[in-house]
């Protein structure tokens, strides 16, 4: 339950059940509870939270009636659709239950949910309360979504194969490949997402210095206030968002480490790879005579829990002390130790603004979604990380970590991710884009909360 104390008014949020969409609402629970706000949670019953970590929220679980269908990575759109059409009316519920008990200083003031949960619009109007969208991606990728209709209007969707490295008019650096969904049968979801709906505001968990020119267009577009108050994780005061259970005893480890040697490697909670890609994987991190810290989480392989166990036994020898593998890793942390010098990443927004803020290079192997928008502007535009082709065999990987662990091109994108990490300090600090932009959503709020009936 949540310390009450004296607080100003309640924010609702409605995050979604996947880790990259969890830990950037509570993050921005956090930072508003913080500036005085009490904090409801509104949760799927499906890869809850866990409320005892956060005992200054009160966690509210919806039936969300997905625990018969397969939730598999490869399965997410109808989870995501039973989730919207299944949680509307336990919120609806709890929502009255709430506005008919609440006290004048304890007043619901606003609903702030994830584009992913966009059944919360409709009880919000039904409620007749004001909300606020968060976005957890980058701002170029919803540019990209919203120039969906123009590429299918002038054939881009879908290219031929043999068209896929083509540029994109007016989206560069993407090519084809790149946009931020496979094909058609994305787009019905694709249009609920990019969707403003009657929303009062949008807030994004990024940089204004970083993304100025996406985020002057979509203010264009949405004509309703844009709030980026990123990077959350440097605005919020610390906790732990993880669903799943970090294995510290990484830190140990990397601590016996030279400075800048560590080659550390995560897909990210959703991403999959095959038996001969994991293989390959082994082999050319083996072969690149690197230290590596590699999180093999489970089910990173389909259908097994205990990936390590997939290793031929002569590479596990060949590997021995110079490679640490752990099941799943404390992220900031280990990006933060100055043990650690590139990151192996599939590019998920919050894994890419973490990176950037310690100053660390890449290794770019996106996966899905936002992250092949995120992979092209890490490599070509803010030029901090390199490009790891569809074909992943040992020779590739082994060259691409030594071109950033220890060639001068790698020198060269740590400097710069070393100078982006400095802007992004000052963003955060008083006086800085993100701080002064937090402040606006302060004030933005109370005067949403101003206007409802007493």
Same mark, same amino acid.
């Given at each position: ?30 930072? /508003? ?23 200054? &929220? ?83 990728? &919803? ?148 230290? &590596? ?17 997939? /290793? ?143």
């Amino acid at each position: 339950m949540e310390n009450q104390g004296t607080r100003r008014c309640r924010v609702v949020l409605v995050p979604p059940p996947f880790q990259g969409h969890i830990t950037p609402m509570l993050q921005l629970g956090a930072i /508003l509870h913080s500036k005085g706000f009490s904090i409801t949670v509104a949760h799927t019953e499906f890869n809850a939270p866990d409320s005892s970590k956060h005992p200054e &929220f009160f966690f509210l679980p919806l039936s969300d009636n997905v625990s018969d269908i397969d939730s598999s990575f490869w399965n997410l759109l109808e989870v995501i659709t039973a989730i919207n059409v299944n949680c509307k009316e336990p919120l609806q519920r709890y929502l009255v239950q709430m506005m008919e008990k609440q006290e004048p200083h304890d007043q619901v003031c606003c609903i702030i949910y994830d584009s992913i949960m966009y059944f919360t619009d409709a009880v919000a109007n039904h409620m007749k309360l004001p909300s606020i969208i968060l976005r957890t991606t980058c701002a170029f990728n &919803f540019v990209a979504w919203h120039a969906t209709p123009r590429l299918l209007a002038e054939g881009y969707i879908p290219l031929p194969e043999s068209l896929s490295n083509e540029l994109l008019p007016g989206l560069h650096p993407l090519r084809s490949k790149d946009l931020p969904f496979t094909g058609t049968g994305e787009l019905e979801l694709l249009e609920e997402l990019r969707k403003i709906r009657s929303s009062a505001a949008v807030v994004w968990n990024t940089v204004d210095f970083l993304e100025h020119s996406s985020l002057l267009q979509l203010q264009q577009q949405y004509q309703i206030p844009i709030f980026s108050i990123g990077p959350l994780h440097k605005m919020a005061p610390a906790l732990t968002t993880s669903l799943l259970k970090e294995d510290t005893s990484c830190v140990a480890w990397l601590d016996k480490q030279a400075p800048n040697s560590v080659i550390y490697v995560s897909m990210g909670s959703l991403a999959m790879v095959d038996k001969k890609e994991l293989t390959e994987t082994a082999w050319g991190l083996a072969n690149s005579d690197q230290p &590596f810290l590699w999180v093999m989480r489970a089910g990173l392989v389909d259908g097994s829990d205990q990936c390590v166990d997939l /290793l031929p036994k002569d590479l596990k020898e060949k590997i021995g002390e110079r490679g640490h593998i752990v099941k799943w890793a404390p992220q900031k942390e280990v990006l933060a130790h100055r043990a650690v010098g590139g990151f192996w990443s599939h590019c998920g927004w919050n894994s890419t603004l973490e990176s950037i803020c310690e100053g660390v290079p890449m290794i770019c192997r996106p996966g899905f979604s936002d992250q092949k928008v995120n992979s092209r502007f890490l490599t070509h535009i803010w030029r901090v990380g390199l490009e790891m082709e569809n074909v992943v065999e040992r020779r590739g990987i082994e060259r691409a970590i030594r071109r950033l662990m220890v060639e001068k091109e790698g020198e060269e994108m740590r400097q710069r991710a070393n100078e982006l990490g400095q802007k992004f300090k000052f963003c955060v600090q008083k006086g800085g884009s993100s701080y002064n932009s937090l402040n606006d959503l302060e004030e933005f709020i109370l005067s949403q909360s101003s206007s409802l009936p007493k």
